[in-house]
């Protein structure tokens, strides 16, 4: 039972992770950011661990919280993770909720909380646990619990939507509680559990706010009172201590003025902070969502903010460096970098099948028409996990599935030209047509600093890695169906630029109309350069400085970046 318990968090945690766009999209209290499903996504994501320790679970839950909604949520989870068996369940959610509503100052009904108290009084109801019918009743109680947050914030009401929080908490324990009673596969998609309540309003307006929401962790030996001044008279201010570590969340037009005080009083092991406009005007200019949709791999060098731009769907593989697990797009690139150069242990890993099941379930249940532009094959089992999914889900062939045979800047590339011409033509026939001549036409050369990195991935031994670093041998290579296909070798930074050079040359002529992605890994600063000189050859193309995408960067290590590019025939 104690292992059932384990793989319950686990189904609670990917279903979050499935369903986040749809939280982000819906996500307007107590402001209208479009970050709930990131933030929950990152502040549960210690619970995959299924064989983790407790007390190393709940220390991560305080590190990993981001945002009001993660913060909330890992004080519940860091009591709730205790709970092993069902007789422990009615007493562990009792006071995982009793520590939820102590989080915040202003702790308010109608929000994820009203969830927390919807499933303590459920499951004090319930007389035997767990079976499928105890399991319907809990959440038959928190489906109530989320629809009526709608009724209880005038926000929510405005906007004509539920709360994301609520429902982010909702998704989690359906994940949970089928899971625990042996019904893995018993799943409704949520846009049918609550009909009319997951789209904003036309009518809803979000007035724009300044400032930085601001989440941090400080290893102080001060008092906390102290560091309870730091937050004093900032918004949404949230203090949670585990030992000597105090995370810190808040609203502030002063984050300079914050960092500096934490620093005075220890040591600021972590920063995070979103500017509040910028993330308002995305939200409210987002794309409104269309019949048709696309649907890649985070692996294409595509990040969130691309994605909520240009209105497209990403599916994550997972990042694990040293003890920390995030899906690719929510990990910074610097940290990554650093870790790298330091010699911490860096690996992937795919998204359980579970987890990708219900990617596809969400996108065919939000949309009419899904094209799903999968990065190769030989890179990951995402192809074939997809096939699987689709024979016994989609029998109105709603869902298109593609095999690029890209990765990284390749892919990207292929999904920027596709998501372009969808938008013009708005015909999904037409634009799958268009993918599959792109697939055949795009072109990518990937320019790396040192083998050690693919030697470690056991992508190339570490006899010929140390031997091609002594030499100063610097491979290039491309990715390929039949994998990751080395184009030449180089000695220089300035070979590598020639050699790109060479290659765009060979296919575009200079007044051409093409998309071209430059990809950079902690070298920003010297592709941007280049980025110029490119411009200046090819006025008529579209230029992308974009991050390599985190699952390559893994593998191919500190100095990397690349060149990736298509001629668009028709305008």
Excluded at 260 to 284: C, P, T
Aim: glycine content about 6%; hydrophobic content about 45%.
């Amino acid at each position: 039972m104690e292992n059932r318990f384990k793989q319950s968090f686990v189904a609670g945690v990917e279903r979050v992770a499935a369903w986040a766009d749809l939280l982000d999209d819906i996500n307007v209290y107590p402001v209208a950011d479009g970050d709930t499903g990131r933030n929950l996504s990152v502040s549960l994501s210690p619970l995959r661990q299924a064989n983790g320790e407790k007390d190393k679970i709940v220390r991560q839950l305080l590190l990993a919280a981001r945002g009001n909604s993660g913060n909330i949520a890992s004080q519940f989870f860091s009591v709730f993770y205790a709970a092993d068996s069902p007789v422990r369940l009615k007493e562990t959610v009792r006071t995982a909720n009793e520590k939820a509503w102590k989080a915040v100052s202003d702790p308010r009904p109608g929000t994820m909380l009203s969830v927390f108290d919807a499933l303590e009084k459920t499951l004090a109801e319930q007389k035997s646990f767990p079976d499928k019918e105890s399991a319907d009743r809990i959440l038959s109680d928190l489906e109530n619990a989320v629809r009526e947050t709608r009724e209880t914030l005038p926000k929510l009401k405005q906007a004509g939507v539920v709360d994301a929080g609520a429902l982010g908490m909702y998704i989690f324990f359906e994940g949970f509680f089928r899971t625990l009673a042996g019904l893995d596969n018993a799943y409704c998609p949520v846009t049918e559990i609550f009909p009319g309540l997951l789209s904003i309003s036309p009518a809803f307006h979000e007035t724009l706010e300044s400032g930085y929401c601001v989440d941090f962790v400080v290893k102080a030996d001060a008092p906390s009172e102290d560091l309870a001044q730091i937050a004093a008279g900032q918004e949404s201010a949230v203090i949670l201590r585990d030992g000597d570590l105090y995370k810190i969340h808040l609203h502030t037009d002063d984050r300079e003025k914050i960092r500096s005080q934490a620093g005075a009083l220890g040591s600021v092991m972590i920063w995070e902070d979103d500017n509040l406009a910028a993330q308002i005007r995305d939200f409210m200019n987002a794309p409104a969502d269309a019949a048709v949709h696309i649907m890649t791999d985070a692996a294409g060098s595509l990040t969130r903010d691309d994605a909520k731009k240009r209105g497209f769907t990403l599916l994550n593989s997972y990042l694990n460096v040293g003890d920390k697990s995030l899906p690719e797009t929510h990990f910074s690139p610097a940290e990554l970098y650093r870790a790298m150069s330091a010699g911490v242990k860096v690996s992937t890993s795919q998204a359980s099948v579970f987890e990708r099941h219900q990617c596809y379930a969400s996108a065919l249940a939000r949309f009419e028409k899904v094209l799903y532009l999968c990065v190769g094959s030989v890179f990951t089992g995402n192809y074939s996990a997809a096939l699987e999914w689709k024979k016994e889900h989609d029998p109105e062939n709603r869902m298109t599935v593609i095999d690029t045979g890209a990765a990284s800047g390749r892919l990207g590339v292929m999904v920027l030209a596709v998501q372009s011409f969808l938008a013009r033509t708005k015909d999904m026939d037409a634009a799958i047509a268009f993918a599959r001549k792109a697939v055949e036409r795009c072109e990518e050369y990937v320019f790396l600093e040192k083998l050690q990195y693919l030697a470690a991935g056991g992508r190339l031994s570490k006899t010929s890695a140390f031997f091609g670093d002594m030499l100063k041998m610097k491979p290039v290579i491309s990715p390929q169906p039949e994998g990751a296909k080395k184009m030449g070798v180089v000695r220089s930074r300035a070979d590598q630029i020639q050699m790109a050079l060479d290659k765009l040359a060979a296919v575009l002529a200079p007044d051409a109309l093409a998309l071209i992605m430059l990809e950079y890994s902690d070298n920003i600063g010297q592709v941007s350069e280049f980025r110029k000189q490119v411009q200046r050859l090819y006025p008529g193309a579209e230029i992308l400085l974009q991050p390599l995408s985190l699952t390559s960067g893994a593998h191919m290590g500190p100095g990397t970046w690349g060149v990736a590019f298509l001629r668009i025939e028709e305008k």
